[in-house]
């Protein structure tokens, strides 16, 4: 709830999002639609 990874405490599951958090624990980057298999490879890449 606090990331927004789902609209209610009742949503059967939450959405695939992600966030890249920084050295001092903010987000840096914010990713809403997130595919399982491929976004960890991409976002290694990017890092």
Same mark, same amino acid.
């Given at each position: 709830?606090? $990331?927004?990874?789902?609209? +209610?405490?009742?949503?059967? $599951?939450? /959405?695939?999002?992600? $966030?890249?958090?920084?050295?001092?624990? /903010?987000?840096?980057?914010?990713?809403? /639609?997130?595919?399982?298999? +491929?976004?960890?490879?991409?976002? =290694? /890449?990017? =890092?």
């Amino acid at each position: 709830m606090a $990331y927004g990874a789902a609209e +209610s405490t009742k949503d059967e $599951y939450a /959405k695939r999002i992600a $966030y890249v958090i920084d050295e001092n624990g /903010k987000i840096a980057q914010a990713h809403a /639609k997130v595919d399982a298999r +491929s976004y960890p490879t991409e976002q =290694l /890449k990017s =890092l």
